[in-house]
């Protein structure tokens, strides 16, 4: 192995380590989910087992709404979680994002860290690429390399315009930015996604991309993992371990997000994540006015533990989500989405 590779899958392992072992959540913010609650129907008049959780998310066919969120890979220790999450994911039925596949693009030798569309051969997948890397010679035929190593059915670039000023290799120039988004969208054949890593996309920014052609977006809203807190971890820069502690309550929470986006592009496809952990928080979300509830480091520790863990959780959101469907009276994903019994508390 390479030192470039060496030094890739070190990181990516580092990330791994951190979000399991230290306390990278978001201080003095949350996701805004503990805000909102459902007002009970008594009688729903409907029987349990009539929930229908099964939808369709960019022209793909989903049993259900649910989504593993974009997290690691580039490490063999990567590759192992990714390939229990595909298979996770596969058997129930969610939709899958990977790490970002920057580091296969660019070292082949981690390709295969990415490669899950063998062990998921049905459902949707979203290969992912940091959105700052076409400010630094990424250019179409490099994100179509990535989606290719996942044999994904579309691309999502992500904005992490914090994470990169407080990681130690970071790059940060953003400006310019939308217009390449807006070349990409053009020129690549399958449909274009932006989403953030933990601070959130508010309506105004999602509006820029709708403009530019972006399809869909995903919020990745505050209140979960703060990827400051994470790479305050790893740098050796003594100011910016202590700045970032001046940036632990930074970003726009995850209902607030869904919220205004739906408001203002009612017909945006989109995805809500962002410090959600239960089912009733995914029916949250979609009843604020997500297409899909993404689940990211809630996941990590089961998929790492075994795969009967993995499956155990995954299982208890989808009942969880089908059981607060059921307390208001919602058959399926359509009737959720339309509920007014979520109100603020």
Partial sequence: MSDAVGATSERKTAHIRICLEE??????????????RFT??????????????????????????LLISSMTGGSQVAA?????LAEAAERRGWAMGVGSIRAAVEKSELASTFAVRSWAPTIPIIANLGA????????????????????????????????EVFQPEGNTSFGGLLQRIEQLCRELPIPVGIKE???????????????????????A???????????KFRSKDGVRRAAAEAFADWGNPTTECIRDIRQALPDMPLIGS????????????????????????????????SENKLDHLLEQVEFELRTAMFGIGAININALQATKRLVQK
Wanted: aromatic residues 6%.
């Fill in 274 to 305: 962002g410090g959600l952990h239960t089912g009733v928080d995914a029916a949250k979300a979609i009843a604020l006015g997500a297409d899909l509830a993404g689940f990211g480091r809630a996941l990590l520790a089961p998929a790492v533990e």
């Fill in 221 to 231: 809203g505050a209140g979960g993992t703060s990827w400051s807190q994470v790479e």
């Fill in 23 to 36: 306390e990278v959540n978001g201080d003095g913010i949350s996701s805004g989910f503990e805000r909102y």
């Fill in 40 to 65: 009970h129907l008594a009688l729903p008049e409907l029987d349990f087992d009539e929930i229908n959780l099964d939808t369709h998310f960019m022209g793909k066919e989903m049993r259900t709404p």
């Fill in 132 to 163: 700052v890397q076409l400010n630094y010679g990424f250019g179409v035929e490099d994100c179509q390399r990535a989606v290719d190593i996942a044999e994904a059915d579309m691309l999502v670039l992500h904005l992490n315009g914090l994470q």
């Fill in 197 to 219: 890593v933990g601070w959130g996309i508010d309506a105004s920014v999602a509006k820029s991309l709708q403009e530019v052609g972006v399809t869909f977006v995903d919020v």
């Fill in 80 to 84: 192992r979680i990714n390939e229990r």
